[in-house]
């Protein structure tokens, strides 16, 4: 998940298609579908006074938005939100760009969103 080349190869499904992240993505809903329900019956999270959960019951507009942005950025550069932050202990400077972009992006968006 660190690795943007194995990414971008993921993506690109018209071309030369690297599968193996499936591995992953089914390891991942695998846990979330045996854990979630466990969980959620639980009084409390361990480390919050209370479960905060989506109250959102459709997709709207930001939503949306976000989501474009999101698959754009990831499919431009193969950096996801999460990895990045381990990507940081490589030593590169390219998570270090893409760690100040998304910072940058979440700052400009609460300017925005401050004004409306």
Not at 19 to 40: C, K, Y
Not at 51 to 79: C, E, H, N, S
Not at 99 to 112: D, E, F, P, R
Request: positive net charge; contains cysteine.
């Amino acid at each position: 998940m660190i690795d943007p080349n194995k990414i971008l190869a993921f993506l690109d499904v018209a071309g030369d298609w690297d599968p193996t992240l499936l591995v992953v993505l089914g390891g991942a809903v695998g846990v979330t579908l045996i854990t979630f329900r466990f969980v959620l019956r639980l009084p409390k999270p361990v480390f919050h006074s209370q479960f905060v959960l989506p109250t959102l019951t459709r997709a709207d507009r930001p939503l949306i938005i976000g989501q474009i942005l999101f698959g754009i950025g990831w499919g431009l550069i193969g950096y996801c939100p999460g990895p990045v932050f381990s990507s940081l202990a490589l030593g590169f400077a390219e998570p270090v760009i893409v760690m100040l972009a998304m910072v940058g992006g979440a700052l400009l968006y609460k300017q925005i969103h401050a004004k409306s």
